[in-house]
Nanobody, 121 residues
């Protein structure tokens, strides 16, 4: 059974940091890219960052470049999203997903349940 389990969300003040984790199981980790997406109330789901498990290449949305860092521990089948200098507009439910290495949610086959990130001003 394919599983993607996010953790690490929470409430943080603007300017603070959080690290999200995505633990994957049930599929060949190296065959997929892992992406992070977010969805705020009333908005479409948007791509935040993704990483190729095979070669480590990474991509970021312009809105998070320089603040967020994605990394992968292939031995643990886990991908991390380090989020620094958080802003209130980063508030959303964050999802990880397995698929092709783009920032389009339509290119991803498997999804986690999401973790809430709330940034207070």
């Amino acid at each position: 059974e394919v599983q993607l389990v996010e953790s690490g969300g929470g409430l943080v003040q603007a300017g603070g940091s959080l690290r999200l984790s995505c633990a994957a199981s049930g599929f060949t980790f190296d065959d997929y890219a892992i992406g992070w997406f977010r969805q705020a109330p009333g908005k479409e789901r948007e791509g935040v960052s993704c990483i190729s498990s095979s070669d480590g290449s990474t991509y970021y949305a312009d809105s998070v470049k320089g603040r967020f860092t994605i990394s992968s521990d292939n031995a643990k089948n886990t991908v991390y999203l380090q989020m620094n200098s958080l802003k209130p507009e980063d508030t959303a439910v964050y999802y990880c997903a397995a698929g092709v290495g783009t920032l389009s949610p339509y290119d991803y086959d498997y999804w986690g349940q999401g973790t809430q990130v709330t940034v207070s001003s």
